[in-house]
C-alpha cells in the first residue's frame, strides 16, 4: 500500500525518522497499531455503555440536567481563576 503525505506533514515523518533512528515505515505502521487498538477500546466502551442505558442498568441524563451540569462546572472553573 502507498500513502502519500502533505509536505508538511512528511517533513514531521522525515523529522521523527531522522531523531529516533527509525524507519519511518516503523513510525507509521507503530502509530497505525496504537490508533486501531485505541478505537477498539472506545469501540468496547461505547457498546457497553449502549448496553447498560438499554437494559436500564443506568439512566439517561436529560438535555436540561446535562446544561445544568456544565454551566456548574464552568461557573466553579471560573470562580477558581
Known sequence: M?????PDV???LDRLAMDTGRPADELLQDAFVGYFDEMAGLRQTLD???????????????GDEMKARLRARSAAR???Q
Open 2 to 6: 502507498e500513502v502519500h503525505f502533505s
Open 10 to 12: 512528511q517533513a514531521k
Open 48 to 62: 457497553s455503555r449502549y448496553d447498560d442505558l438499554k437494559s436500564g442498568r443506568v439512566k439517561p441524563i436529560g
Open 78 to 80: 471560573q470562580a477558581g
